[in-house]
């Protein structure tokens, strides 16, 4: 025997040298059984809104087996109506609230109404409305709400009529369980209406948004790719992690008297910059594109290769089409990924020299940048001698702050109302890791 065995022997032999190191070996133990646990439970919970689906799966086969009348009620929405204290009415927000809040989702993870709108507008004010045209990948859990006008209807008027729960998602459909569908009766309907559930094509047109509710996404962190996320959701409806090919082929011809174009909405001059850009990264297949659309593309080409002023351009319908589909390239989209980053790094380099320092504050004030111009801190910007919309913030002006001081939300009508307080909504809860640096952001 070796004299370290020796040694050890000894130590084993003192009860108290025993009794601690059965207790360092009990803790050891404890701590690897907690951080399995911690892993466990993040991955049973990964998407949390799944058993609002199981609810409402649940809540489903219950009634192909049941009738009210046997369940002491007039019908199947007094349960849901009853259970939020109402009487019976249009029960589908009621129907899908009881079913995430008996999931043990709380209402501030689902944004739950007890109005379509009201809760579609909750979830905008989180950053958690997704529309259906965007590309949104729906998960199991997510509410889903309806627009029977169609999708072009839902982008004018942001009006639903009716949400349910998606309960299953392949390649190219979803299933939903929802309350409160009927068959047409116009007499005393909500005593009728029932829990169903059906499949439809993703691009089913009436199907016009869904709320991210225990979404998987995983959304890039850092200052750069944060500001990069907000000014994108400004200009395009979505974060720049969850664009998809058509978000890069946004082009609109006269935006403030300008053409406006991609997933930052570059505008006039900006915009004639990035399709140059594009055509620098493959020349041969932008002057393909171009000649394919004969006297407009070639306008577009001779722009691109000799300059014009386009801080007032406002092209026509054909133009625009060339332009989206230079955009839809592989070039187009690297030119855009590329120059997002550089100018969501130059609004940050800016609200630094101004000597701002909060980092939500620094990202609000970037998303004024790209919309009003990087002079928007300076004095005298405009011609009728007035400051830019950011003069005089300075110093260490919080987020809060900042959003009271209503500044950028332009005249007295608040026309960006919507716009300050949605990235307002979406800074404030963020956790302070959001922004540090990530692969994205720039060394």
């Not at 029960?91 to 709380?106: D, K, L, Q, T, V």
């Not at 060339?322 to 609004?347: K, P, W």
């Not at 405009?382 to 005089?392: A, D, E, F, I, Q």
Request: net charge negative.
């Amino acid at each position: 025997m070796t004299a370290a065995a020796k040694y050890l022997l000894l130590l084993l032999k003192n009860k108290k040298v025993r009794n601690t190191l059965i207790g360092v070996i009990v803790g050891i133990a404890l701590f690897f059984i907690m951080i399995l646990g911690a892993v466990v439970y993040t991955e049973q919970n990964s998407n949390s809104a799944s058993e609002a689906a199981n609810i409402a799966v649940r809540e489903y086969n219950y009634w192909q087996s049941h009738t009210p009348s046997a369940e002491g009620l007039s019908c199947q929405g007094e349960k849901y109506c009853s259970y939020f204290h109402f009487g019976i009415t249009d029960w589908c927000c009621f129907f899908a609230g009881y079913c995430y809040r008996e999931g043990n989702i709380e209402d501030d993870e689902s944004r739950y109404a007890s109005v379509t709108n009201t809760w579609t507008a909750n979830l905008q004010n989180m950053g958690k409305l997704k529309t259906a045209s965007s590309g949104y990948t729906p998960q199991v859990g997510n509410p889903v709400f309806f627009n029977y006008n169609g999708r072009a209807n839902y982008a004018a008027t942001n009006f639903v009529a009716h949400v349910g729960i998606v309960v299953e998602v392949t390649d190219d459909t979803v299933t939903v369980i929802a309350g409160n569908e009927y068959n047409g009766q116009t007499s005393n309907w909500a005593n009728v209406s029932y829990v169903n559930k059906y499949t439809l094509s993703k691009d089913n047109d009436t199907i016009a948004c869904y709320g991210a509710v225990g979404s998987t996404l995983t959304v890039s962190t850092g200052l750069n790719a944060t500001a990069r996320n907000v000014i994108c959701h400004n200009e395009v409806g979505v974060l720049y992690d969850e664009i998809n090919g058509d978000n890069y082929g946004s082009v609109i011809a006269n935006d403030n008297g300008a053409i406006s174009i991609g997933v930052y909405g570059w505008h006039g001059n900006k915009a004639l910059t990035l399709l140059q850009k594009t055509y620098q990264n493959n020349s041969s297949e932008i002057s393909s594109i171009a000649a394919s659309y004969s006297s407009s593309g070639n306008s577009v080409l001779s722009a691109i290769r000799n300059g014009a002023d386009w801080s007032s351009y406002i092209p026509n319908q054909s133009v625009c089409s060339c332009i989206r589909a230079m955009l839809l390239t592989d070039a187009g989209n690297q030119a855009q990924d590329e120059t997002s980053l550089e100018d969501a790094q130059q609004y940050i380099d800016i609200c630094t020299d101004n000597g701002l320092t909060d980092n939500k504050a620094i990202v609000y004030c970037c998303d004024i940048l790209n919309q009003w111009g990087t002079s928007s801190f300076n004095v005298n910007v405009y011609g009728n001698g007035s400051h830019g919309v950011l003069h005089g913030v300075t110093g260490s002006m919080s987020l809060d702050e900042i959003y009271n001081s209503q500044r950028a939300w332009s005249d007295s009508n608040y026309n960006y109302y919507n716009r300050r307080t949605w990235t307002y909504n979406y800074l404030k809860d963020l956790p302070d890791s959001t922004f540090t640096n990530s692969p994205t952001e720039p060394s």
